[in-house]
């Protein structure tokens, strides 16, 4: 079993910073990719942005220039800087891993909350 534990969300003022972590243990082999996706009330869930067991990112086109994904290998934890946040990036924020190549694990969600 993976469990997945998120923390690092909030309120924060619209221009703000936000840095969302995600640890993952239990049994960890094989871990492929990590990364962010949002949900918005009444809005599908979408990709904010994801990064390689080798480092190479994807991010969203909301997400660039202004989001920066990363990891921790040996910690097995992937983050999200979020910088100049504004309101339409309220939402929750769920991260993921893949393990191999098709098992994919879930985190709870962590609630960021952007006031205009």
């Known amino acids: 079993q993976v469990q997945l534990v998120e923390s690092g969300g909030g309120l924060v003022q619209a221009g703000g910073s936000l840095r969302l972590s995600c640890a993952a243990s239990g049994r960890i082999s094989n871990l492929n990719a990590m990364g962010w996706y949002r949900q918005a009330p009444g809005k599908q869930r979408g990709l904010v942005a994801s990064i390689t067991s080798s480092g190479s990112t994807n991010y969203s086109d909301s997400a660039k220039g202004r989001f920066t994904i990363s990891r921790d290998n040996a910690q097995n934890t992937v983050y999200l800087q979020m910088n100049n946040l504004k309101p339409e990036d309220a939402a929750v924020y769920y991260c993921?891993?893949?393990?191999?190549?098709?098992?994919?694990?879930w985190g709870q969600g962590t609630q960021v909350t952007v006031s205009s």
């Open positions: 993921y891993v893949r393990l191999g190549y098709t098992r994919n694990y």
